[in-house]
C-alpha cells in the first residue's frame, strides 16, 4: 500500500512539472527594453513618493514643535 502512494505522489509530481513547463512556454516574456523601462518608471516614481514623505515629514514635525512651543 506504501508502495502504491509513492508510485502516485512520483506520478503527481511528474504531471505537476509538465504542466508548469506547459505554462511557462504560454507567458508572453517582457523585451530587455520593455523591462529597463518599467524599471526606470518604478525608481522615478518611489523617487518621487519618497522625496514627498520626507517633506510631509519635515513639515509635519515642525508643526508639531511649534505646537509643543506654543502651548507647552
Known amino acids: 500500500m506504501a508502495e502504491e502512494k ?3 505522489v512520483k506520478k503527481d509530481r511528474g504531471q505537476w512539472f509538465r504542466e508548469m513547463r506547459s505554462e ?3 507567458v508572453v516574456w ?3 527594453d520593455k523591462v529597463a523601462k518599467n524599471t526606470g518608471t518604478v525608481l522615478l516614481y518611489s523617487a518621487v ?3 514627498f514623505v520626507w517633506v510631509f ?3 509635519a514635525a515642525l508643526f ?3 505646537l509643543l512651543e506654543v502651548f507647552g
Open 49 to 51: 513618493f519618497g522625496a
Open 6 to 8: 509513492n508510485k502516485s
Open 24 to 26: 511557462l512556454k504560454k
Open 30 to 32: 517582457p523585451t530587455p
Open 64 to 66: 508639531i514643535k511649534t
Open 57 to 59: 515629514d519635515g513639515v
